[in-house]
């Protein structure tokens, strides 16, 4: 194998990068090349440690820690934005949720205009990417379970799933217990397609040493001493090189800074982005290809006129409200306060049994419909709700309808889920200040009240929000982050939607059986209302208190080009040849629900696509 020529390079060693030089490598002929800007921590037990996830957010080491712009719709704002930056990208700092996106949602990709892209062909990519352990049978009892379904599960894939052995805790199953009696009971397995309802979910967590199973561990470790691949981390791809001289312009290689060197590699059959939403685009528009306006003011020469690339960003929004718990119940707010009596009795458990609090991440949740858009009034309120948003909503670009056309759809159709309703079982600061990076605004902070207390923070996600923004280079230096703007709650009909589900966290800590964890007359988070029901308290409330779930996702959209595209359905950059993208900035519409397992499964999707093209075993 050449030093400097391989048959494919890939931009990004992250969760799709990883993915797909595991694939294509297992073709003993094909040499595969991995360039990661960041470095490998794998052993760290900061990242293997189920819990530890929020308290790595922000760390230079780990996170590329982006920032939004102000947020206009959110009183100017700035939101922090982490991103992975280590060998196995953000699949090793996520929050483990292991939840795949519905039939409606992958479905719709096709209709877009990717034939070949539904829920038909891309299900079994996401049962191909993992194996999910059975829960045993006390905590199938305790957590709710029965509504998973052998058939749906992965039963041979590399990423390792399972569910929290946690019988003591009796908050996950209240919560089950609760959005059922409410009227929403698990409706099936998540895997299937078609769930809504309640739910405690599985996490990306190997069952046997409990530890976070992330692309580096999944996918990477096992393939890592063939010959046929290389990994060289350290290294920023700065941009892709092309050959212009024909109608098309080809690859060639790509130029990376690496130990304060600047390098080429070449590839004899492709270049494959997986840089991540905001890593991928900023290649694209510094090797020349994005819109020519903005290219020609940073002076960079143009190769393809795209102004697709970088736009129609979409990120789920969260705003949240902590209730103050009983005397008595157990919450993670010790830990979270870093008592050290806490967080000395949770390593103790972790180190001797793989139990307990740092054995897991989130997980209790659910998927519903917008409830205020159910039941007997549910349509004539929505019809209402369109009527009044339809003069003020913007026209983002040329992917406006179709978007508008699906999330109307869903929004209509109560066996589909348009919210993500979560807890966080502690207190959460959701005050973002200008200095504010990673886990700074979720873990509890000076924000709070000084007595300390324990709380349960409700959690409402838009999960297909109609807002979309960008993110573009605003330097020709590679070393300049992107300038990222996601629109949060900008338009009309998601601030309607998002209040909507914030006031229904009121319905919720009133309902049995939650109702009886939740103090009466207890504190909220701090400057949280006494009560959200009136629509314009809990629209202020839904902005104040907004962040990001951190699933963003389609700023090079596989789309038609004129519908606001930047790949094509086998994944071609269009109008080039010899580059593909593979990650998260390929998916056209926001996940119902978490999204690395549709990063996952596009992954395996793409590599299969790469192999049948050139005949690869
Ligand atoms: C804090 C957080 C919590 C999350 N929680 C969940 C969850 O609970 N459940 C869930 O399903 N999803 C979750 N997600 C989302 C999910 O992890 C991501 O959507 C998914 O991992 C993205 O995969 P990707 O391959 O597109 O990008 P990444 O995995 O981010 O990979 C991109 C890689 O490219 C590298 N890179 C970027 N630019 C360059 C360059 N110029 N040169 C070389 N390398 C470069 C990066 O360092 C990175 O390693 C979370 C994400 C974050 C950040």
Redesign the pocket.
């Known amino acids: 194998m050449s030093d400097s020529t391989f048959d494919f390079v890939i931009?990004?060693?992250?969760?799709?990068?990883l993915v797909v030089a595991a694939r294509l490598s297992e073709d003993p002929n094909t040499s595969v090349l991995v360039?990661?800007?960041?470095d490998v921590h794998t052993d760290d037990p900061r990242i293997r440690t189920p819990a530890f996830?929020l308290s790595v957010?922000g760390t230079p080491d780990f996170d590329?820690s982006y920032r939004t712009v102000p947020q206009k719709s959110l009183g100017n704002k700035v939101v922090p934005l982490?991103?992975?930056?280590?060998?196995?990208?953000?699949?090793a700092?996520?929050?483990?949720?292991?939840?795949a996106n519905s039939k409606a949602a992958v479905d719709s990709w096709s209709a877009f205009g990717n034939p070949g892209w539904d829920w038909d062909t891309l299900g079994p990519y996401y049962r191909k990417s993992h194996t999910r352990a059975p829960p045993s049978e006390a905590a199938a009892n305790h957590l709710r379970l029965s509504y998973l379904q052998e058939s749906a599960r992965g039963t041979d894939g590399p990423v390792q799933v399972s569910f929290p052995e946690e019988v003591s805790d009796p908050i996950p199953a209240a919560w089950v217990d609760t959005v059922s009696a409410l009227g929403f009971p698990a409706s099936s397995d998540p895997f299937s397609g078609d769930f809504s309802g309640g739910y405690v979910n599985a996490l990306?967590v190997d069952p046997v040493s409990r530890t976070r199973s992330d692309?580096a561990t999944a996918y990477l470790e096992p393939a890592k001493s063939r010959p046929n691949l290389k990994i060289v981390t350290g290294?920023?791809?700065?941009k892709v090189v092309f050959e212009s001289s024909g109608a098309v312009p080809k690859t060639v290689g790509v130029q990376?800074k690496h130990d304060g060197k600047t390098i080429t590699y070449k590839a004899n059959k492709e270049v494959i982005l997986?840089?991540?939403?905001f890593?991928?685009p900023?290649?694209l528009e510094l090797s020349g290809v994005g819109s020519r306006t903005l290219l020609e003011s940073l002076g960079i020469p143009v190769v393809v006129d795209n102004p697709n690339v970088g736009e129609n960003l979409q990120d789920h929004p969260c705003s949240s409200i902590s209730f103050e718990v009983n005397d008595g119940v157990k919450t993670l707010d010790a830990l979270s306060r870093q008592e050290p009596e806490a967080l000395g009795a949770a390593f103790v458990q972790y180190q001797t049994s793989k139990s307990g609090p740092f054995a897991v991440?989130?997980y209790t949740g659910s998927l519903l419909p917008v409830p205020d858009f159910t039941g007997h009034d549910g349509k004539s309120t929505l019809d209402k709700v369109l009527q009044q948003v339809k003069g003020a909503a913007p026209v983002y670009g040329p992917f406006t309808p179709h978007h508008d056309a699906f999330v109307h759809s869903v929004l209509g159709n109560p066996a589909d889920s348009a919210a993500n309703i979560f807890v966080y079982a502690a207190c959460a600061n959701t005050d973002a200040t200008d200095e504010s990076v990673?886990a700074d605004v979720m873990v509890r902070s000076s924000d709070s009240d000084a007595t300390p207390g324990n709380y349960l923070t409700l959690c409402a996600a838009l999960l297909f929000p109609l807002s979309r923004g960008s993110s573009h280079i605003t330097s020709a230096d590679?070393a300049t982050k992107p300038s990222i703007d996601p629109r949060y709650l900008d338009h009309p009909l998601d601030l309607e939607v998002q209040a909507r589900l914030l006031r229904y966290t009121e319905t919720i800590i009133r309902a049995e059986p939650l109702k009886r964890f939740i103090k009466p007359n207890g504190r909220r988070s701090a400057r949280a209302p006494a009560d959200l029901s009136d629509l314009e308290t809990a629209k202020e409330h839904a902005k104040r208190t907004a962040l990001s779930?951190?699933?963003?996702?389609s700023t090079c959209a596989m789309l038609p080009l004129e519908c606001g595209g930047v790949v094509d359905p086998q994944l071609h950059v269009h109008g080039i040849e010899g580059l593909r993208i593979v990650?998260?900035?390929i998916i056209p519409l926001a996940t119902r629900?978490?999204?690395?397992?549709t990063?996952y499964a596009v992954?395996e999707r793409a590599a299969d696509l790469i192999k049948k093209q050139y005949s690869l075993y």
Do not use: M, R, Y
């Open positions: 931009v990004g060693g992250g969760t799709a990068g360039l990661e800007a960041g996830w957010l590329w982490s991103q992975g930056k280590l060998l196995g990208g953000s699949s700092i996520n929050g483990l949720a292991f939840v990306s692309a290294a920023l791809v700065e990376v997986a840089a991540g939403v890593g991928t900023k290649v991440g989130n990673g590679p779930c951190w699933h963003p996702t990650d998260s900035s629900g978490n999204t690395q397992t990063v992954a």
